[in-house]
């Protein structure tokens, strides 16, 4: 029998009743695009996620204060409780082979006033290097300088949601004054914006030099955070362990579970929000693909019923010289052809959900090929899986018995 005339006889069995055959391939179709979607919004998910991390910095370590532990005494006061990270730290890490740039920071919240409006914000003080650590780029004006460090200048940058805060959106305040914690500043610059991650938003964010902030607001030269940019993502773990090294020796602690800092390494963080993101994904997919085992017992039922109505016509081609491997073929090839028809919509009307959501700002979605591939890989196969005994049952039917069946 030949492959064209197979298709031909496929084509025809399909049309013969469009509505059946349209309520069977509605099962595969909802199971693809139900996977599709949710493939796509898992990976877009991952992505976005990712892309927040890693807008913080490049090849990023952050250096955080730990529990300060009293020697001798069974006493945690609680992680970030304890005030021993010093700009002395982030200088000598700074000679640390591996580190391309440092940024220590110390960073509160405080009461900002200006022109008769007053918001709280975070107020970071920083050094030069922090835009290149953090990946922030300026909007209006400069950023603090070193030489406004050395000199200990009552000057500021705003984040473009404190500017609006304070002196109106899309204003340029740059030359006005505030007023943190009844100090008076300078406004000197206004970041781009930028967006919010899980450490926070540096558009909600005022800098001012880090000795300013640690002379006159907190009367300590402690530092908050050291942020440290490695040379290259491979010698993340090395450098870690060279920071992790110095800290205990500078700070006299011999047993390194009772270190009083911490250190976040950020691509240990990409990977764990990988991890849990393809477990969402998986576990999205799995969900979906119930859908697509209910779509294939809907082909096997529909299958059973067509052999059942057709076997006059089954025994008249095997009385005639039809072999069983065609008649087997015929069958398999007509629900293989439901799901890969039904596959195909779903895929379409899958990428359309997903492109919706996405075009809505509903929730980020990622199509990729591969879950493509992966939606027709498994139509193909459940048309195979679920039509081979309905196939199997028409081709060993005899043909004595088909045509005397009424």
Same mark, same amino acid.
């Given at each position: 029998m030949k492959i064209i005339d197979i298709l031909e006889e496929t084509y025809s069995a399909l049309v013969a009743n469009k509505v059946r055959t349209g309520l069977t391939m509605l099962g595969i179709i909802i199971g693809i695009a139900s996977v599709i979607a949710m493939i796509s919004i898992g990976q877009g998910a991952q992505s976005s996620i990712t892309s927040?991390?890693?807008? %913080?910095?490049?090849?990023?370590?952050?250096?955080?204060?730990?529990?300060?532990?009293?020697?001798?005494?069974? @006493?945690?006061?609680? #992680?970030?409780?304890a005030k021993t990270l010093t700009s002395e730290d982030a200088t000598a890490i700074s000679s640390i082979t591996g580190v391309k740039?440092?940024?220590?920071? /110390?960073?509160?919240?405080?009461? @900002?006033?200006?022109?008769?409006?007053?918001? *709280?914000? +975070? @107020?970071?003080?920083?050094?030069?290097?922090?835009?290149t650590v953090k990946n922030l780029e300026i909007d209006l004006g400069n950023f603090i300088t070193e030489q406004n460090n050395k000199a200990l200048s009552k000057v500021a940058v705003l984040g473009p949601t404190v500017r609006?805060? /304070?002196?109106?959106?899309? +204003? *340029?305040?740059?030359?006005?004054? =505030? #007023?943190? *914690?009844? %100090?008076?500043? *300078? @406004? =000197?610059g206004v970041t781009a914006t930028k967006g919010g991650t899980g450490f926070g938003s540096s558009d909600d964010m005022i800098f001012i030099p880090l000795t300013t902030a640690q002379r006159f607001l907190a009367g300590s030269d402690y530092v908050s955070t050291i942020n440290i940019q490695a040379e290259s993502t491979e010698i993340m773990t090395q450098v870690q362990t060279d920071v992790t090294d110095l800290l205990l020796t500078r700070h006299k602690i011999t047993d390194p579970t009772l270190a009083d800092f911490n250190i976040m390494n950020q691509s240990d963080i990409v990977a764990t929000a990988s991890s849990v993101t393809d477990t969402f994904t998986t576990l999205l997919a799995a969900v979906a693909g119930i859908s697509l085992i209910v779509g294939g017992i809907g082909i096997m039922n529909m299958m059973l019923t067509t052999v059942t109505e057709r076997t006059r016509e089954i025994g008249l081609r095997k009385a005639i010289g039809a072999k069983s491997k065609d008649i087997n073929l015929q069958f398999l090839i007509e629900a293989v052809s439901m799901t890969f028809i039904g596959g195909l919509i779903g895929v379409i009307l899958g990428w359309l959900i997903g492109y919706t959501l996405s075009s809505l700002n509903i929730i980020q979605t990622t199509m990729s090929l591969m879950s493509v /591939? /992966?939606?027709f890989g498994v139509s193909a196969g459940i048309g195979i899986i679920f039509g081979y005994y309905p196939a199997r049952r028409a081709s060993k039917l005899n043909p004595i018995e088909a045509l005397r069946y009424e």
């Open positions: 927040s991390i890693q807008s %913080i910095g490049s090849n990023l370590l952050m250096v955080m204060p730990g529990a300060q532990r009293t020697p001798g005494v069974q @006493v945690n006061t609680g #992680r970030g409780a740039a440092i940024a220590p920071e /110390l960073s509160s919240r405080y009461q @900002v006033t200006a022109k008769g409006t007053n918001t *709280n914000t +975070s @107020v970071d003080g920083v050094n030069g290097s922090y835009p609006d805060d /304070l002196f109106g959106e899309g +204003s *340029n305040p740059v030359g006005q004054t =505030i #007023r943190i *914690n009844g %100090i008076q500043f *300078n @406004v =000197i /591939l /992966l939606a």
